[in-house]
């Protein structure tokens, strides 16, 4: 790494509050867990070898059809499911035994509380940041997903809604079906996308979506939000905070994340995110056309608001450095006006200030805008159909 290079993710690290004077990530086992095992070598071994299966005996259309009807969590099996995989899903389609229900329905009643946040951090901020975490961004891009962002956006979107829900992780919610209809895609995209060409020639990992990678993926998600709360001075209880990471806790466990690899405390995630995040931060050609075709969808809508205003909210969110990475263009008058509109907006939400701000209808248009964006192309308030692939990106 050059010096300059270096520089920039030292002063990264620093804009996102996620490093101290560390510029390397140390070795795994120093990272609070209590596991020497390594979790960028560990993968889903039994869902992998069930998906590899039906993959390659042309099984993925008659499962996905038959996947239709499973939607909420008291949902029966459907039935024509290959008989390894509903043996496997009828073990795993459960909470762990672990798994708290007080602190989940507080966790529930958190994220209504304070969902115009959640929205704008996970939309504008943890979705835009998976563009600069490379691995991501590669397998995103050449996977089928990839080829159609509109369509992965809403998938990855309906991920978020269904965990933030008040009935997330209650029978009559959907969390835990979308969940492991996730596991299953990303059983299948670690059976193909190693056969993609595109993929091989600018990968750095020889199996995508480890364990590693998902830690990596909660921390841009869970752990970035949690810091960015408490940064924005938004009020939480210890209790609060504890839920929410309960709630992520029992999510990445059903992602297939060993519980060894789970965080215990909000301080060991912090410091988990600052050793396996932040130090691979970096620009890709992929990241920067998946940037370019996210933030070019709110374009498609109105949110009351200029590309220049969502060039500018990213920055604010992220950093300029990561603004600059993605090439967004600077719109000054819009930055000036979310470096002082935002905070009166957040103080006056929470009862802090008297007086609405100036600005306030803009941002709670946007927030609704893309709160409804991605859910199933905008057909549907509730569903989005989490499909398994075929194949990679056409082409790849």
């Known amino acids: 790494m050059s010096d300059l290079s270096r520089r920039n993710v030292l002063s990264l690290g620093v804009a996102l509050g996620l490093v101290g004077a560390a510029s390397v990530a140390p070795a795994w086992g120093a990272t609070q867990t209590g596991s020497a095992a390594d979790p960028w070598w560990v993968w889903d071994d039994e869902i992998d070898r069930i998906m590899a299966g039906v993959l390659e005996s042309g099984q993925v259309p008659a499962v996905n059809t038959a996947m239709r009807s499973w939607v909420d969590n008291n949902d029966p099996l459907p039935g ?7 043996g496997y899903l009828q073990r795993v389609n459960e909470l762990p035994s672990w798994a708290d229900p007080a602190k989940l329905r507080r966790a529930a009643d958190f994220n209504r509380r304070k969902d115009t946040y959640l929205f704008m951090l996970y939309g504008l901020g943890s979705g835009i940041m998976s563009t600069v975490i490379p691995r991501e961004a590669k397998s995103v891009y050449w996977s089928a997903g990839g080829a159609d962002m509109r369509d992965r956006a809403a998938k990855t979107f309906t991920f978020g809604y269904d965990l933030s829900d008040l009935n997330a992780f209650e029978p009559d919610g959907q969390f835990v079906v979308t969940a492991n209809k996730t596991r299953l895609v990303h059983a299948a995209v670690r059976h193909l996308l190693p056969r993609s060409a595109h993929w091989k020639s600018v990968a750095d990992e020889r199996i995508p979506i480890s364990n590693g990678d998902i830690l990596v993926t909660f921390h841009s998600l869970g752990t970035f939000v949690h810091r960015k709360l408490r940064e924005w001075k938004v009020p939480m209880s210890a209790a609060d905070e504890e839920a929410f ?152």
């Open 80 to 86: 024509g499911l290959p008989a390894d995989l509903a």
């Open 245 to 396: 990471l309960h709630m992520w806790q029992v999510a990445i466990h059903l992602l297939g994340v060993r519980e060894e690899f789970i965080p215990k405390t909000w301080a060991a995630a912090h410091t988990q995110s600052a050793q396996v995040l932040t130090p691979i931060l970096s620009p890709s050609h992929e990241g920067k056309e998946l940037a370019e075709d996210l933030l070019g969808l709110t374009a498609q809508i109105d949110l009351g608001v200029t590309r220049g205003f969502l060039n500018e909210f990213v920055r604010y969110v992220l950093s300029d450095a990561i603004g600059d990475w993605l090439g967004l263009r600077r719109d000054y008058a819009s930055a000036a006006l979310i470096r002082t509109a935002w905070p009166a907006y957040i103080a006056f939400r929470e009862g802090l200030i008297p007086v609405m701000p100036a600005g306030f209808y803009m941002f709670d248009q946007m927030v609704r805008a893309l709160a409804m964006l991605f859910l199933d192309k905008g057909t549907s308030p509730t569903t989005t159909l989490i499909t398994i692939p075929t194949g990679n990106r056409p082409g790849a």
